[in-house]
């Protein structure tokens, strides 16, 4: 499809004194996207006490709540056959660990299930179906991640002829739908 769904990138910046020239004043939170109200969310984390784990796990999660930009969280960037599907990564900064899930179906909270991989598995990245039996297994709610825009969206690029897409050789876009010919 047409746009590509993106990956909030928050970084958390805990500099010792030594390090800095300027006097900013820290911690600080950055985001890489104008997403205003995910950032304010990590701070506030942050400034109650959380750690930088929590505050980029809360603010990624106002992203996927607020549906940022439309290609964040549910509802956006449907695949061929209509489905949004959801990609989150988490990094320790101090351990370098990383925690991840790809292709995440119908779990709304892909940066929490990200956390858990991180902490709970000795797993980098679960993908597809594995990873939303591994957020059921941890209670995470398991629900459609489609919506009327999502739908609009997808009919839209079936009647434009399926395009664009990501194929290198497109013989005619419906053989993708073989049983709707
Ligand atoms: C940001 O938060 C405010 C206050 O809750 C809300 O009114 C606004 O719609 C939010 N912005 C977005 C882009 O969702």
Redesign the pocket.
């Known amino acids: 499809m047409a746009r590509k769904s993106r990956l909030l990138l928050f970084v958390q910046l805990l500099l010792g004194p030594a390090l800095v020239r300027c006097s900013c004043p820290l911690p600080l939170v950055l985001n890489t996207w104008p ?3 995910a950032t304010e969310a990590a701070w506030r984390t942050l400034a109650s006490g959380g750690s930088a784990l929590d505050a980029v796990e809360t603010g990624c999660a106002q992203c996927e709540s ?1 549906q ?1 930009d439309g290609t964040v969280g549910f509802g956006g960037s449907p695949d061929e056959l209509g489905e949004t599907t959801l990609d989150a990564m988490i990094m320790d900064g101090t351990t370098m660990n990383v925690g991840a899930v790809g292709d995440l179906r119908r779990i709304k909270n892909a940066i929490g299930v990200a956390r858990r991989v991180l902490e709970h598995t000795t797993h980098t990245l679960l993908a597809g179906e594995s990873a939303t039996k591994f957020a059921e297994s941890m209670g995470f709610v398991n629900e459609d991640l489609s919506t009327e825009a999502s739908r609009a969206l997808h009919s839209d690029w079936r009647a434009g002829n399926c395009q664009p897409n990501y194929w290198r050789v497109c013989v005619h876009p419906f053989t993708l739908f073989p049983n709707e010919r």
């Open positions: 997403f205003k109200n607020e940022c």
